[in-house]
């Protein structure tokens, strides 16, 4: 089910709610369970099995982790069971077709492509369940007893098929008591209204200018509109995922759930290793924590900092897809850190460490984003060539720079682009915070005619709208 349809909004969510408040909360977790299979089985009623697989072997796995107590051989092979399952359960989903056409092109066999689909979020509710285990092994945590209370934490359904990624101990005291009062519901509404504001009227429709644009012939490309068509699809993601993230952990509020945040306007990053601090941080705080650090992190000297930064962001790149774009992608980010890190260091030990300081923000801000631009026509390209075709087309510049379709983009969503980078950063909460303080009228009605306002033409929007997945659906 997907958060931008009628169905969740005027259906689901109301008459979940409700239930979920009048119920004796001694039942609410299993009322969680239970609406979050019926969320999760709508759109896969078979592969909600491959959710409570995970969800049970992580479970067990935790028991045989804490029963184990100081007996380490047992409880380091609970742990290597769990991940061993888990990363099976996703490596054959989401990329043994991968794997298969691969051998196929190298040896030049035949073989059978092994599964047709991919469960949606499976790379999302694997991570999360696995951090339960990950942590309980390292004591981190307390050990789970409840099965009800444990299956609760792992179908949550705001953040169940495109996160944020949250860990169990983000939400391990809340499972157990938490408090809900009107507050934090109307803070929760005006999150989730301000997200599919993001989604459905932003997103939504600046994703036509990328989709457009992609199915150009690239060979008759102009410059113009080849950049104007990435700069639409940068938008997009940043809309629909961040927006996406808004609603769940306006969700989680209605719940009584604090989730992580999971953006911080990375498109005002002046590098690339800022942008990643910046983006998918449930993402980024997961293999930091899971990868890098378990490595050696920066631990262990330069040479091994730099091996321990490539291997996050290979896994990075794969865990995004199985395709050559996803795993190069992820690897170039990885190299563009490393030179960051390389450029930092040498300052530093040279004493000239505040050169940086003196670079204008502009500079940096155009260095990072057009480096994550460029990332993003990998991403979201179908080859390695096709990707590398566009960009030379963005730089192409003795060819046509523009033509008629270059102007129909400007005056049609020219409005739209204004909107969405104004948006992108953080110049309106900083508004509306500076103008609540004067009037304080502002802030306790304001949010009330925001709220209204985006839900009315977020609904006028989806009557006439088909289907709108969430782009991390397909994570």
């Known amino acids: 089910m997907v958060f931008s349809s009628l169905t969740f909004l005027y259906i689901f969510l109301p008459v979940t709610l409700v239930i979920y408040y009048i119920v004796p909360k001694q039942l609410r977790n299993l009322f969680i369970l239970i609406s979050g299979l019926f969320f999760y089985a709508w759109g896969e009623p078979i592969y909600v099995f491959v959710l409570i697989a995970s969800t049970m072997i992580d479970y067990f796995a935790g028991l045989v982790i804490y029963k184990a107590g100081d007996r380490q051989a047992l409880r380091k092979l609970a742990l290597i069971v769990s991940m061993v399952m888990n990363l099976s359960l996703l490596g054959f989903f989401k990329y043994s077709n991968f794997i298969i056409e691969n051998i196929n092109n190298i040896f030049g066999t035949h073989y059978g492509s092994p599964t047709s689909l991919l469960p949606i979020g499976i790379s999302f509710f694997t991570f999360q369940s696995m951090s339960y285990t990950i942590d309980l092994y390292r004591k981190n945590i307390s050990v789970q007893k409840n099965p009800i209370t444990f299956a609760a934490f792992v179908t949550l359904f705001p953040q169940i098929v495109a996160g944020p990624i949250v860990r169990y101990e983000d939400v391990a005291a809340e499972l157990n008591e938490r408090v809900i009062d009107i507050d934090l519901i109307w803070d929760g509404i005006l999150r989730f209204a301000v997200g599919l504001g993001k989604k459905v009227l932003i997103a939504n429709n600046i994703g036509v200018v990328w989709t457009n644009v992609k199915a150009m ?246 009557v006439n709208a088909s289907y709108n997945p969430f782009l991390y659906f397909n994570f």
Do not use: C
């Open 217 to 462: 012939d690239l060979s008759e490309l102009p410059v113009a509109t080849a950049w104007l068509g990435i700069a639409a699809y940068t938008l997009q993601i940043y809309f629909d995922f961040s927006g996406y993230s808004d609603m769940a952990i306006g969700l989680g509020k209605m719940l009584g759930f604090h989730f992580p945040e999971n953006f911080n306007y990375p498109y005002m990053s002046n590098s690339i290793s800022e942008f990643w601090r910046r983006w998918h941080m449930t993402l980024s705080g997961w293999f930091k924590s899971y990868v890098y650090f378990p490595l050696g992190g920066s631990r262990k000297g330069l040479a091994r900092t730099i091996f321990n930064t490539a291997v996050v962001w290979f896994l990075t790149g794969v865990w995004h897809g199985a395709s050559w774009n996803f795993i190069l992608w992820g690897s170039l980010y990885g190299v563009l850190i490393i030179i960051e890190k390389l450029v930092t260091t040498a300052l530093t030990k040279a004493g000239k460490q505040d050169i940086f300081t003196k670079i204008p923000s502009i500079i940096k801000r155009v260095y990072a984003i057009v480096l994550v631009m460029l990332g993003w026509v990998l991403f979201d390209t179908s080859t390695i060539a096709q990707a590398f075709s566009y960009m030379g087309r963005m730089f192409r510049f003795g060819s046509s720079f523009y033509d008629s379709y270059t102007i129909y983009i400007l005056v049609n969503f020219g409005l739209l682009f204004i909107i969405a980078i104004i948006g992108s950063t953080d110049l309106p909460k900083k508004l509306a915070i500076k103008l609540a303080d004067k009037v304080p009228a502002v802030g306790n009605y304001g949010s009330v005619i925001l709220m209204a306002i985006l839900m009315l033409l977020s609904t006028a929007y989806l």
